[in-house]
């Protein structure tokens, strides 16, 4: 055999070799397209999650604020109805008058611990979407590095590993996508 020969059918195996490894290189493009959108989607989710939190926050505070002001209305209503007052005819009004508040006021406690609940799974809900999302991102990971081991070792068994991987990250953010 020739030198040229022999370095032909060199130059022909690397070729062939770099063509075996397209594959594999494209499911690593993938991959890295797929990590990047998980990313995005898990930032989201916890993101959602943060400002639900604060609105649960917000209600469960003006609800506070409401039962205090409840309380403090029954207190100077149940002092105004003992104490001796030089005009009976308002004390007997401004009771009357806060009753209504207090009549009105224990429907609203009603409607925002209601509301406030319901914030409160959303925010477990976006949540647990968030943990979906970060555990498919770092399967995706695992399966993008894992692939990669392929290009150094040109052994096809860590892309079948990183495609195995990468597969239970995929149904991770579809899980993640379809809980409600």
């Given at each position: 055999?020739?030198?040229?020969?022999?370095?032909?059918?060199?130059?022909?195996?690397?070729?062939?070799?770099?063509?075996?490894?397209?594959?594999?290189?494209?499911?690593?493009?993938?991959?890295?397209?797929?990590?990047?959108?998980?990313?995005?989607?898990?930032?989201?989710?916890?993101?959602?999650?943060?400002?639900?939190?604060?609105?649960?926050?917000?209600?469960?505070?003006?609800?506070?604020?409401?039962?205090?002001?409840?309380?403090?209305?029954?207190?100077?209503?149940?002092?105004l109805s003992v104490l001796t007052l030089a005009d009976k005819e308002k004390a007997a009004k401004d009771i009357k008058e806060w009753s209504g508040h207090q009549e009105k006021w224990a429907d609203d406690f009603k409607e925002e611990q209601k509301e406030a609940k319901s914030l409160e799974e959303e925010v477990k809900?976006?949540?647990?979407?968030?943990?979906?999302?970060?555990?498919?991102?770092?399967?995706?990971?695992?399966?993008?590095?894992?692939?990669?081991?392929?290009?150094?070792?040109?052994?096809?068994?860590?892309?079948?590993?990183?495609?195995?991987?990468?597969?239970?990250?995929?149904?991770?953010?579809?899980?993640?996508?379809?809980?409600?």
């Amino acid at each position: 055999m020739e030198a040229n020969e022999a370095s032909e059918l060199k130059e022909q195996a690397e070729k062939g070799g770099e063509s075996a490894l397209r594959p594999v290189a494209f499911t690593m493009s993938v991959l890295a397209v797929l990590v990047a959108v998980t990313t995005v989607l898990g930032h989201r989710a916890e993101t959602r999650a943060v400002l639900k939190r604060g609105d649960a926050t917000d209600v469960w505070n003006e609800y506070q604020a409401k039962k205090n002001r409840a309380y403090d209305t029954y207190l100077t209503t149940e002092a105004l109805s003992v104490l001796t007052l030089a005009d009976k005819e308002k004390a007997a009004k401004d009771i009357k008058e806060w009753s209504g508040h207090q009549e009105k006021w224990a429907d609203d406690f009603k409607e925002e611990q209601k509301e406030a609940k319901s914030l409160e799974e959303e925010v477990k809900l976006a949540e647990n979407k968030a943990k979906f999302f970060d555990l498919a991102e770092t399967l995706l990971e695992i399966g993008l590095v894992v692939s990669s081991v392929t290009l150094l070792t040109r052994s096809r068994i860590y892309w079948y590993l990183g495609i195995g991987a990468s597969a239970v990250g995929v149904a991770s953010v579809v899980w993640g996508l379809l809980i409600k």
